[in-house]
């Protein structure tokens, strides 16, 4: 029997507690931030759609490491986490990792992640979307340098295409995570 509930390693917006639980519409049984080897973060996926601002991404890298959220999750939260980031048509693809959990030394945990194979180096993240990977890792106590890192990060001001577009995804976003609690 499959088991009931799994880990996730958010390393993106997903870390903010309200965009997980507000946007995404799940509420993880437990939340931790956590590191995960081998893996490096980049701020050059495109998005679905052309608003010239990019997303975060974590590709292979056996010299480094990615900090984030372990969110401990029923199985079909990760389905729906999958269908809203767009792994269906392609836009992540799911990746096994090993997450150490910040909030105590015991064996790293199996956890599920997204990644994808789409970059575009051209891009750079909105500082909306800064503000949001910030402070999540705030919110979930990641080292004090990896938040210094991401505050360092070049951002540009929000596209005015993507101000435009994100309340449509929003009010999707939203619908979907309705419907799917009613299910």
Not at 60 to 89: Q, R, S
Request: a negative charge; proline letters at 8%.
């Amino acid at each position: 029997m499959p088991p009931t509930t799994l880990w996730y390693f958010a390393y993106g917006s997903n870390m903010q507690t309200d965009t997980f639980r507000g946007r995404r519409g799940i509420a993880p049984l437990r939340a931790v931030g956590a590191r995960v080897a081998g893996w490096r973060l980049v701020l050059d996926k495109p998005p679905l759609f052309p608003i010239g601002e990019s997303f975060a991404n974590v590709v292979p890298d056996p010299a480094a490491e990615v900090f984030g959220v372990a969110y401990e999750i029923e199985a079909a939260d990760l389905e729906h986490i999958e269908l809203t980031e767009g792994v269906p048509i392609g836009n992540y693809r799911r990746a096994e990792v090993l997450a150490h959990l910040l909030d105590d030394g015991v064996a790293p945990v199996s956890a599920c992640t997204l990644t994808s194979d789409r970059h575009d180096a051209s891009l750079r993240p909105s500082e909306r979307y800064m503000r949001l990977l910030i402070e999540g890792a705030r919110e979930h106590a990641l080292p004090a340098e990896y938040v210094a890192w991401l505050e360092a990060v070049s951002a540009q001001p929000e596209n005015p295409a993507a101000a435009m577009f994100r309340p449509v995804l929003d009010g999707l976003l939203r619908s979907v995570s309705r419907n799917r609690r009613r299910d």
